[in-house]
């Protein structure tokens, strides 16, 4: 049995970080294990200017640990107004992604893309200049169930919009079905999509039997288990166009246990070491690598981190509650053990 594993320092391509008191709190977690992350621009109000996205990474920086090496890579918050000078700012200040949000598809969405056919000169212009499309893909008529939403999407509007932009590189966010892992492996290029630890540890049964568990929720919301092994098969298959994006999502406690809670599972605290122990019970360690640390570098044109980290073989209990004198977070499978722990240095 392995009981260490030492992996090219890993990047988390879906990140969500806050800002102020929460952003402080969160923040050190994935700087001390991620070379790099794609900080989502969903703040209140949403990050939508080159400006703002800068003011924010300084504000990011300010929030790691003095001797962190880390990279924050700052996106921007697309919505109907945003114009192709916008991108072309975007481009030469170093922003290397724009975030689609379907208008009220999920946390601070209400901003968000009423119709995307009517931003085809800003798309292009991405396309152009090189800047990738991160989509959350669901729809968001009241009508469609929520569990279909992210099908719908696939459907009826990114295939057409990959049909019309064939040379925009587009990471389809957290997949959580079947259809999407198969989506993504049916293009021959430009598509790719991250993978969260909660959608390959989890189903909605462990949201929704025995009763209803608000820190297994999030968006879009776990599937059933079929698409979940769909998931699984593909992360562990060594196909390059998935990879690790955690969606780590922090909310104060009791936004989360209320009647109306908020989507968003915390898995910064232990993130690789998450996804660690699914490659593990999946029997594929040896690929945890690429998925974490190669594939993302790859799709996005980058460079892979040049220094590593190590795992050991320790297990240990996920606290009931981090940050309790703070603001209090629950973290992703609170309670459950975790075999893997990150080795520091
Ligand atoms: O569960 C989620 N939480 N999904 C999202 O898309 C947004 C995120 C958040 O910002 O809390
Ligand atoms: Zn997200």
Known sequence: ?????????????????????????????????????IVMPNLTPPVTTTA???AYR?????????????????????????????????AAQGIIACKLYPAGATTNSDSGVMDIRKLQATLETMAEEGILLLVHGEVTQAEIDIFDREKAFIDNVLEPLLSRLPELRVVMEHIT????????????????????PQHLLFNRNHLLVGGIRPHFYCL????????????????????????????????????????????????????I??????????????????????????????????DRITLRRAPWTIPEVLHEDAEPIVPLNAGATLNWQLADG
């Open 177 to 196: 079905t079947a259809d999407a892992a198969a989506f993504v492996r049916s293009r021959e290029r430009n598509l790719g999509a991250t993978i969260t």
């Open 220 to 271: 879009p919301i776990l599937k059933r288990r079929d698409h979940q092994e769909a998931l699984r098969e593909v992360a562990i298959s060594g196909d390059s166009r998935f990879f690790l994006g955690t969606d780590s999502a922090p909310h104060d406690r009791y936004r989360k246990e209320s009647a109306c809670g908020c989507a968003g599972c915390y898995s910064a605290f232990a993130a």
């Open 1 to 37: 049995m392995t009981d260490s594993i030492t992996l090219t320092r890993p990047d988390d391509w879906h990140l969500h970080l806050r800002d102020g008191a929460l952003m402080q709190q969160v923040t050190p977690a994935s700087a001390r294990r991620f070379g790099r992350a």
């Open 273 to 306: 070491e998450l996804y660690a122990q699914f490659f593990e019970e999946a029997g594929a360690l040896e690929r945890l690598e690429d998925f974490a640390s190669h594939f993302g570098p790859d799709f996005y044109g980058l460079p892979r981190n040049n």
């Open 58 to 90: 300084e504000r990011i920086l300010g929030a790691c640990p003095p001797e962190s090496a880390f990279t924050p890579l700052m996106t921007l918050y697309l919505t109907d107004n945003t114009t192709p000078e916008m991108i072309r700012e975007a």
């Open 52 to 54: 703002e996205a800068l």
